[in-house]
């Protein structure tokens, strides 16, 4: 017997912005993802060389701006001189004109016949969505060596901007204890989808996390309930 849920009490965030139409992690791509529905934004984020707090899913630049370098090797304003459109392809269309998830050859994005899109960087994205629409923004996992740092200028970002108590922070448990020993009183969750080898039900005495958030990954939309 299968599982009924309740759609109309799920909330759908944008992972990285809509990353069927447009590059992940840019103005664009999060511009999009709220056009195209998505109740708030859900955004990957690490540190740069300068300590500067960047969204992007990738700590290697390869992936996103075709640069064999890693995000922490570069400072911020080389980073956003790269043009994060230039690998990215578009998806192949359905019948109905619905991607269909398979990679398709034209990079629509590509900067050599316009200007290029770039990574956006976390404080320009609060500045703008932050009491725009719902944010969530998730840290890496544990084997990430500016994990500690970037909590800590994370948090005090959120603070600058008044923001603690309207974005939540999905990060490991480890995390989330950190930030409230140092202190930090903005909503917290625990990711589940990084548990790093502990049980679910570490939850259950884990008192730094407000909400148990069951992360359901979908296509390019993350959804909690």
């Not at 955004?43 to 500067?52: A, E, G």
């Not at 290697?60 to 690998?87: F, W, Y």
């Not at 890496?140 to 603690?164: P, V």
């Not at 202190?183 to 939850?203: I, K, V």
Request: glycine fraction near 8%; charge should be negative.
């Amino acid at each position: 017997m299968g599982t009924h849920m309740d759609i109309k009490n799920i909330t759908l965030f944008a992972h990285n912005g809509d990353c069927w139409v447009t590059p992940p992690s840019t103005m664009e791509s999060l511009w999009a993802g709220l056009g195209g529905g998505a109740n708030g934004l859900c955004l990957d984020v690490l540190l740069t060389r300068d300590k500067q707090i960047i969204c992007t899913p990738n700590a290697s630049l390869e992936h996103s701006c075709g640069v064999p370098a890693q995000v922490d090797s570069m400072n911020l304003d080389a980073i956003r001189k790269l043009d994060a459109g230039k690998t990215w392809r578009s998806s192949e269309l359905d019948s109905n004109y619905q991607p269909t998830g398979a990679q398709g050859e034209d990079t629509p994005w590509d900067a050599s016949s316009q200007r290029p899109v770039v990574l956006s960087k976390l404080e320009d994205v609060l500045r703008i969505f932050g009491r725009r629409t719902q944010l969530l923004i998730r840290l890496h996992d544990l084997t990430y060596e500016h994990q500690s740092e970037l909590a800590t200028l994370l948090t005090e970002l959120l603070n600058r901007f008044g923001l603690a108590k309207r974005a939540c922070i999905i990060a490991p448990i480890a995390t989330c204890q950190l930030m409230r020993q140092q202190g930090y009183h903005g909503e917290l969750a625990a990711d589940l989808t990084r548990m790093n080898g502990l049980s679910p039900a570490t939850l259950d005495a884990a008192s730094c996390v407000d909400t148990d958030y069951q992360l359901a990954w979908a296509e390019e939309f993350v959804s909690y309930f």
